[in-house]
């Protein structure tokens, strides 16, 4: 391993995903083990250029393994997109001497991580860290598993009221270009159909399954549709399908910003800790630009480049599991 490292920077950039403070603690620690000085930047790229830090110590990162959201906060930062935000986050890195930096967050953070360390040549190693599970290189997200059983949870408690009243509810769930969440909570939560951006539902098929349904003596349907869903507005959808179903009572469901709370699941707290701690190694090991994800229960690394430009395939196995298990 290299032994010129001696300072890391850490932030959290993009939407917040439970598990983010794990990671923080985790990077935090394997510092102090390593004896390396560690620097926070509060509000992801915005804290790197206005100089707004926090030294951290092992103390510093107590009681929040188990917390939600993140102890650094976040942001989408617009600044750090031009060149010139870049060379006054560049320029207050180096005054403080930070000589490695880890971003955990998602591609458009990754984006960023990647410009910072190609221009300027700083390292850079990456942790995935969203709710959306749409990175390219691991098979799981920071937030991912936690935001799932949030909206497994959410689903059983709009079942509940959905059968009391024999109603067909159109639930709709974060994941903004993915259907990863969407596709799981809906095989778990048993919904009737499934919409996602990678999979094009004739409305006249969802019509015909939810005609069954009925039939079937079924006392409530569950419609989950992922936001990034090519017909857009899940309230139109419900509009549409009333005009096809005049006997169905719709509700409309939008589950929002509650996905992301919540303290992480077990699940998230250890993976957050594994890639918290193989971040640094990667840059105690002098390499740069790449993202430490997770594959087939292994740490695994991958170029930020692939982790950006790259999507993560969906499991299609499991949308033909949904259409048997949803009859
Ligand atoms: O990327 C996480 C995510 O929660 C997406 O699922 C969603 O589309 C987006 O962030 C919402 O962003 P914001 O919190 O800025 O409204």
Redesign the pocket.
């Known amino acids: 391993m290299g032994n010129t490292l001696k300072h890391i920077g850490v932030l959290t950039s993009?939407?917040d995903?439970p598990g983010m403070n794990a990671a923080i603690r985790a990077v935090v620690r394997t510092c102090a083990y390593h004896n390396l000085d560690v620097t926070g930047f509060y509000e992801g790229y915005q804290g790197v250029i206005e100089g707004n830090t926090v030294k951290l110590d092992t103390q510093s990162v107590s009681n929040i393994v188990n917390r939600g959201g993140t102890m650094l906060r976040s942001a989408?930062c617009q600044e750090f997109r031009t060149p010139e935000g870049r060379q006054k986050a560049y320029n207050n890195l180096k005054e403080l001497g930070i000589d490695g930096l880890v971003v955990i967050g998602?591609d458009g953070s990754f984006t960023g991580a990647s410009l910072l360390s190609t221009e300027f040549e700083i390292p850079v190693i990456g942790i995935p860290g969203?709710?959306?599970n749409?990175i390219y290189g691991t098979d799981f997200t920071i937030g991912f598993d936690t935001a799932l059983n949030t909206v497994v949870d959410a689903v059983d408690r709009v079942r509940d009221t959905a059968s009391s009243h024999n109603r067909l509810f159109f639930i709709e769930c974060?994941?903004?270009d993915s259907g990863f969440?969407a596709l799981n909570a809906g095989i778990a939560a048993g919904a009737s159909g499934i919409l996602i951006p990678e999979e094009s539902t004739d409305l006249n098929d969802l019509v015909e399954k939810l005609k069954k349904s009925r039939e079937s003596n079924k006392t409530s349907n569950i419609v989950l549709v992922a936001?990034?869903e090519k017909r857009g507005d899940t309230f139109q959808l419900a509009e549409e399908t009333q005009k096809h179903l005049p006997n169905y009572d719709i509700r409309v469901s939008v589950l929002g910003?509650l996905?992301?709370g919540g303290n992480p699941s077990c699940a998230d707290r250890v993976l957050a800790t594994r890639l918290g701690v193989a971040s640094v190694e990667q840059l105690m090991a002098g390499n740069s630009s790449i993202m430490v994800g997770i594959h087939n229960g292994s740490v695994c690394t991958v170029s930020i480049h692939d982790a950006i430009s790259r999507k993560p395939g969906l499991d299609r196995n499991l949308m033909h599991i949904a259409e048997i298990v949803s009859l």
Do not use: L
């Open positions: 993009g939407g995903a989408r998602g969203t709710i959306d749409d974060m994941g903004r969440i936001e990034g910003h996905q992301r």
